[in-house]
Nanobody
Framework: QVRLVESGGGLVQPGGSLRLSCAASGSIFSINAMGWYRQAPGKERELVAAITSGGSTNYADSVKGRFTISRNNAKNTVYLQMNSLKPQDTAVYYC????????????????WGQGTQVTVSS
């Protein structure tokens, strides 16, 4: 079983930047794909970005060109660099992981961590 802990959220003004981190522990040998997701109030959780152990990535259209996902396999950590933040980026951000790329892209996990709150407001 893999344990994931998200951190790095906070309050930022529109146009600002934040860097989220997700540290994995436990059965990390089973991790191939990792993803960042977000859930805004009253909305369903959605995939923001995903990355494989080899570095292939996938982004939601709404964040392309502004967000960058990366990972440090040696530290079992995945990052989400968020630039040019907008009020509509406000949400709780979660990470998750799976051996299957399609599972990460689908995001239909039974278990989620506490997430980290990102609030973009002036």
């Amino acid at each position: 079983q893999v344990r994931l802990v998200e951190s790095g959220g906070g309050l930022v003004q529109p146009g600002g930047s934040l860097r989220l981190s997700c540290a994995a522990s436990g059965s990390i040998f089973s991790i191939n794909a990792m993803g960042w997701y977000r859930q805004a109030p009253g909305k369903e959780r959605e995939l923001v970005a995903a990355i494989t152990s080899g570095g292939s990535t996938n982004y939601a259209d709404s964040v392309k060109g502004r967000f960058t996902i990366s990972r440090n396999n040696a530290k079992n950590t995945v990052y989400l660099q968020m630039n040019s933040l907008k009020p509509q980026d406000t949400a709780v951000y979660y990470c998750n992981a799976d051996p299957s790329w399609s599972a990460v892209v689908d995001g239909h996990f039974q278990s989620w961590g506490q997430g980290t709150q990102v609030t973009v407001s002036s």
